[in-house]
């Protein structure tokens, strides 16, 4: 018997006031150590006093840009510098880098102001007795805390600004498929002259020399302000042409770019070193410079270069020879999903239906793309179940936007203005076929070819993420594949060789736009059936994460081609080329349409327009980790390899099992607001003594409000969830105790942890979180639970008035499959008054799944 998903519909029903609580106690950070916060003082002194008179002499003017490095310990909000040292009323926050590193804009007079502060800050140890727990302990004034909490203070200067060498620059520039423009990201761009009066002086002076530096490096020089409509990212791009035409500086907001500008003349690049160092050490030293890089490239992610071929023997799959394409049945309704990629062949036009005709017929490389849509529309009947589970048949729209990458000159000619100008046509692609056909399931395997920075979220990410948001669709993103010169060696088995193979590899982070936060990234995995290869391993050339320090990527992971050629077989994953011919391949590119076509089937199996958050979510909470990476020794890597799992086919998501229930709770957390649902634990799971026992898994996926600005810390409002049992204390009082940890972080809800391992294990701060238990004999005395929703915002960040919409997944279960658990819990919610409904018809009485 089945048990299928259920929505919770009276959502309204469980909300109720916050309650904010005080945050932790305040910390010494030098509790019995006085002698060392003496000379932390003063070297914290010594470092205010030389950054302010830094600041005083430099010629842009008197004001400048401080790092302020907390310790790992205090990297909590409640430890935060902001009451007494970095008052906001004093200093102003403008962004961030790592986790734990704040960026202020300071001028010499406030450092001076700060550094008297820290000098009243008293050096000896007070003690306080605790009243509950009756013991002395340290309790420090504000000044002492946060004085401790603060490791070090640096100016931000030309190593923050820059990475590349100046004749790393003129080459990678000389290639016209870059654009030639750097990329610059400022801390603020001057406003229009006329406002400069209302302005200070001091500022009206980083205005002046930052423009006069510009035309001082003479003519040819091109700036221009990005036009992504983002006042917390002020990007422009400067180029460097031949001096044939006097300097343009145009930094005021200026319409998007206009389509298809092939026809526009560029004046040719300038190759002069000398001029390029000139530009560079001016924009190494302002200090409205936050960022100097170079612009990237966006390629394909299919495997290139020679792969070894391994002679073995007793494969137990057989390669197809041809394949029987399905016919599309114009009466009924199939999945859509939109491939972004260089054009999709004739072959498959069946089952197109619709294409987005920017590229010329001989721009177009319909290999890649065609690969990708015949494994959408057969791949089970090239593949088999075991690879390509999914039902054969889905609606292609054909967004080709990459023209041929070995066509000279034909991404210029296209995109003379470079990624940015790239990004714009995806986003009038993915609206063109949202708009036509309601298609929200994008698979782009494309990627920049950047490693993912682990302290930065990247431009192109938040790009990304704005066309998914504004057109309510995902993108499924390959995670990269690693170059020919670093791949890894076949996985072994024995997980001791595994985890030196991967200390030992170089060069294997996931690619941008990889990091993408509202959108999914997937890596490969090796087929069943090779003997050359450890089936459902991580394929040796599948770049790996964690992207940025706080959240998993790659999400997920599916089959995508080994990468050693069997000499039967060859890379195991079948698809077709533009010919119609059976070809095989591999690639994160190949695995993340297998993914793509899951999320698709889901999406059309449920009524209505179900939100990102549910569809992710779908897709997260059901997925499992393969076997060969499940070993205790390799949990600290499995994540990072292949995210939270193998997603299993739709119909197994939606239909699930009598012996297990999943609640969908899909809302929006508000201002001021907590969603607290109680619940009694299935009757069948509950042991004789009274113990709850079984198995919980929570997933959270949400949509917070995010800033480029902040570096690692751009996610500026956290989501949590919890599950929780009743407790009766010793004094008689109820308390609610957690009884999940986070899937990463084993034993959490049993000891305490500090933030560092919270946000880098614990997904604090991540839009996704994942909680889980098996309590085989059963935990506590009650079979009162309850799930809990709260949130947590920035220090000085307000919650969206609209607030944050979520999805929360809960699935209660039997570990022996023996209990009725579905029917228990449908029994005890209808007693309680909660509504619920099947997730396939849930749209029809409510607004949000």
């Known amino acids: 018997m089945a048990g299928p998903i259920q929505v919770i519909l009276n959502t309204e029903a469980f909300e109720q006031k916050r309650e904010v609580g005080g945050g932790g106690p305040r910390r010494d950070f030098f509790a019995h150590r006085d002698a060392e916060f003496r000379n932390h003082k003063r070297a914290l002194r010594t470092q205010l006093t030389a950054i302010g008179e830094a600041i005083r002499d430099q010629p842009q003017g008197g004001i400048g840009i401080v790092k302020v490095i907390l310790r ?98 003129v080459t990678w520039l000389s290639n016209p498929v870059t654009g030639s423009s750097y990329q610059v990201e400022l801390f603020e ?26 035309n001082a490096v003479g003519r040819g020089l091109i700036v221009q302000r990005l036009a992504r409509g983002e006042l917390e990212d002020p990007q422009i791009t400067v180029r460097l042409a031949r001096p044939i035409a006097p300097a343009t500086i145009q930094l005021g907001r200026t319409p998007q770019v206009e389509r298809r500008l092939g026809t526009r003349e560029l004046i040719p690049f300038d190759p002069d070193v000398s001029r390029h160092r000139r530009l560079l050490s001016f924009l190494d030293k302002h200090p409205l410079v936050r960022r100097v890089e170079l612009p990237p490239i966006v390629t394909r992610t299919a495997v290139s270069g020679r792969l070894r071929r391994q002679e073995s023997a007793g494969s137990t799959r057989i390669r197809p020879a041809d394949v029987i394409l399905p016919v599309r049945n114009a009466r009924r309704t199939y999945p859509k999903m939109g491939i972004i990629d260089g054009g999709v062949g004739d072959v498959l036009s069946d089952w197109v239906i619709n294409r987005w005709g920017v590229l010329s017929e001989e721009d177009i490389d319909a290999d890649h793309g065609t690969f990708i849509g015949g494994l959408a529309v057969a791949g089970n009947a090239l593949n088999g179940g075991d690879v390509c589970p ?133 890596a490969a995995l090796n087929p069943p059936g090779l003997s050359n290869v450890i089936p459902f391993a991580p394929a040796r050339y599948s770049r790996r994460g964690p992207g940025l320090r706080a959240g998993v990527k790659p999400d997920l992971a599916h089959i995508g081609g080994s990468g050693s050629r069997h000499s039967q077989l060859g890379h195991g994953l079948y698809s077709l080329n533009p010919d119609g011919d059976v070809t095989d391949g591999c690639g994160t590119s190949y695995a993340s349409p ?10 059309h199996s449920i009524e209505g327009e179900v939100s990102r958050e549910t569809l992710t979510g779908l897709l997260l909470h059901h997925a499992r980790m393969p076997d060969v990476l499940a070993g205790k020794r390799l949990a600290s890597v499995a994540k990072d390899l292949a995210g939270f799992g193998v997603p299993p086919p739709a119909y197994e998501i939606l239909e699930g099992s009598d012996h297990q229930i999943t609640l969908v709770f899909a809302t929006r957390i508000r201002p001021d607001q907590e969603i607290s649902f109680r619940f009694a634990w299935p009757a069948s799971l509950i042991t004789p ?68 391992e919270r ?13 889980s238990k098996t309590m085989p004999i059963g935990v506590g005395r009650s079979s009162n639970w309850r799930l809990s929703i709260e949130y947590l915002t920035r220090a000085g960040v307000r919650m969206p008035s609209e607030g944050v919409p979520f999805t929360a997944l809960l699935t209660i279960s039997d570990p022996k499959w023996e209990a009725p658990v579905f029917n228990d819990m449908r029994l005890s919610l209808n007693a309680i008054g909660t509504r619920v409904e099947d997730i396939r018809t849930a749209a029809r009485v409510t607004t949000r799944t």
Not at 427 to 451: G, W
Request: aromatic share 8%; net charge negative.
């Open 594 to 603: 297998l993914v793509a076509k899951t999320a698709a089937v889901l999406e």
């Open 390 to 522: 999914e039902p054969d048949g889905v609606e292609i729209a054909d967004l080709a936007v990459l023209p041929n990458t070995n066509a000279n000159g034909a991404f210029p000619s296209y995109y003379p203005d470079g990624i940015e100008q790239f990004f714009h046509e995806v986003d009038y692609a993915v609206a063109d076929a949202k708009a036509q056909h309601n298609v929200r399931i994008f698979n782009m395997s494309l990627n920049i070819q950047l490693p993912a920075q682990p302290k930065r979220y990247s431009s192109y990410a938040k790009q990304l993420d704005d066309i998914a948001t504004a057109h309510n669709a995902i993108f499924f993103i390959s995670a990269g594949n690693i170059s020919p010169q670093n791949l890894r060696a076949e996985w072994p088995e024995d997980e001791t060789q595994a985890l030196v193979a991967l200390a030992a590899a170089r060069d294997d982070g996931v690619l941008m736009p990889a990091e993408s936060t509202r959108n999914i990234s997937v």
């Open 689 to 756: 003594d009274g113990k709850c026992r079984g198995a919980a898994r929570l997933t959270l996926v949400s949509t917070p409000p995010l800033d480029t600005r902040f570096g690692s810390e751009f996610v500026r409002v956290n989501v949590d969830a919890a599950l929780q049992q009743e407790e009766v204390d010793a004094e008689g009082v109820p308390r609610w105790k957690g009884r999940l940890d986070p899937v990463y972080l084993p034993g959490a809800a049993e000891r305490r942890t500090i933030e560092a």
């Open 72 to 169: 790992r310990e205090a990297w909590a909000k409640s430890h935060r510098p902001f009451q007494k040292l970095f008052k906001p009323e004093l200093i102003t926050l403008v962004g961030g880098g790592d986790l734990g590193e704040l960026y202020f804009e300071a001028t010499p007079i406030v450092l001076e102001a700060i550094a008297h502060e820290v000098d009243q800050a008293e050096e000896r140890t007070r003690i306080k007795r605790n009243d509950r727990t009756g013991r002395d302990e340290p309790h420090p004034t504000p000044l002492r805390s946060e004085t401790g909490a603060v490791e070090r203070v640096e100016l931000y200067g030309p190593e923050d600004r820059r990475d590349f060498s100046v004749e790393a620059a």
């Open 189 to 214: 761009v001057p406003p229009p002259r006329d406002r400069w009066d209302a302005k200070g002086e001091a500022r009206q002076q980083l205005y002046r020399t930052f423009i006069e530096g510009l």
């Open 759 to 771: 946000i880098e294990h614990g997904l604090k701060w991540s839009p996704v979180k994942m909680f």
